[in-house]
């Protein structure tokens, strides 16, 4: 072969690292041949899926010999309902990654700036990188956001500016008090995109609702997902809400058929279940309390979390003991790629999986 076809590429995506999600447990079971695998890895629901979302998958499966509806108007209704936000504010897509790719698609180019912090959601590096634009990442504050370096980072080449609240791997977050204090300072001309994948989980009076903030702020971008809380990462649903003018620019560039038939009717009912919801609260908020407790005793430091999982330090290279976890059957998310090679990030499960990991970690750190 002559033609070297990476050349070929555009130069944003030449040296592009592609995403690296947690490891299957497919995978795990054929690498070492083991057969009781758990993974605690993605910050997946360990509920499974809701009976009410099985059952009108089950009775839409006779339709999916037809193209979804392009525009997702029953989601979009529910989801308007509920928060009361206009229809035509609504941007469907194949979870929220997918809505952050179509933010980058359409407001970024070559001489663009994009402005995230250290030790935040790769998704934004890798939509920035892509497009062609110039990546200014601000350094961490307790693992968090620095909202004030961010503000000093802004120029007149700046586009966007990714938060996510809370933040994914670390688990931190920021008040609506330092959210607004820092929107009511940032250029109108910059979209500034609040990722709230994790939103549902949150329990706190000072944290942001994004929603209700969007008409203060007309550059306001909130992005969601129903991959989380809601179960149902498999089938790919995520939205934002944004002033319309946006939306209408978001529409120009998602593809016509971006969310599938069965996932537009699971979210729809999964928008309405609000005892799964509870549920998935309580179990989290109770394993979220094991996890803290356990890893305290075990003489570990971690990173206190709002989210659906948990980040540990463990002072030294963690690759060795993500490495002996997997070959116990455990699956937990090495964070290297973040620029945290002493962390792991734990996803909270059912009970069982949060003992077995907890005793399997405890046996590692003893050998």
């Known amino acids: 072969m002559k033609c070297d076809f990476i050349s070929l590429a555009c130069s944003g995506i030449q040296d592009l690292v592609p995403y690296q999600p947690g490891k299957p447990v497919e995978e795990l079971e054929r690498e070492l041949g083991l057969t009781d695998v758990i993974k605690l890895a993605s910050n997946e629901n ?3 899926p809701s009976p009410r979302v099985l059952s009108a998958i089950q009775q839409g499966l006779s339709d999916i010999t037809r193209y979804p509806d392009g525009g997702g108007y029953r989601l979009k209704r529910a989801l308007s309902d509920k928060y009361a936000v206009a229809v035509d504010s609504l941007t469907l897509g194949n979870g929220s990654n997918d809505v952050i790719d179509l933010i980058g698609r359409a407001y970024l180019g070559s001489g663009d700036e994009v402005i995230y912090s250290e030790f935040s959601f790769v998704a934004y590096s890798i939509v920035t990188q892509a497009s062609g634009a110039t990546a200014v990442v601000t350094p961490a504050k307790a693992w968090g956001y620095d909202l004030d370096a961010m503000l000093t980072a802004i120029t007149e080449c700046t586009r966007i500016i990714f938060i996510a ?3 994914n791997p670390t688990g931190t977050w920021v008040t609506e008090q330092q959210l607004t204090a820092f929107l009511d300072q940032v250029p109108e001309q910059v979209l500034v995109v609040l990722d709230e994948a994790y939103t549902e989980y949150v329990e706190h009076p000072e944290f942001p609702n994004g929603l209700l903030l969007l008409e203060r702020y007309p550059n306001l971008i909130v992005t969601r997902t129903f991959s989380k809380a809601y179960g149902l ?22 593809q016509p058929f971006n969310v599938n038939s069965l996932a537009l009717l699971a979210a729809e009912v999964a928008l309405s279940d609000d005892e799964y919801l509870a549920q998935g609260m309580a179990l989290n908020k109770q394993g979220m309390a094991l996890y803290q407790q356990a890893l305290t005793a075990m003489g570990l430091s971690y990173i206190p979390s709002v989210g659906n999982f948990i980040t540990v330090d463990f002072a030294m290279d963690a690759q060795p003991i993500y490495q002996a976890m997997l070959e116990a059957g455990v699956i937990v ?4 790629s973040y620029g945290m090679p002493q962390h792991l990030r734990i996803s909270i499960g059912l009970q069982e999986e949060n003992e077995r990991c907890l005793n399997t970690l405890n046996r590692v750190m003893n050998l």
Request: charged content about 10%; overall charge positive; aromatic content about 4%.
């Open 46 to 48: 360990p509920l499974g």
């Open 333 to 336: 998310r090495p964070i290297a």
């Open 165 to 167: 609240n809370p933040n």
């Open 233 to 254: 990462a498999g089938l790919r649903v995520g939205y934002a809400v944004s002033n319309v003018q946006i939306a209408n620019i978001l529409s120009r560039v998602r």
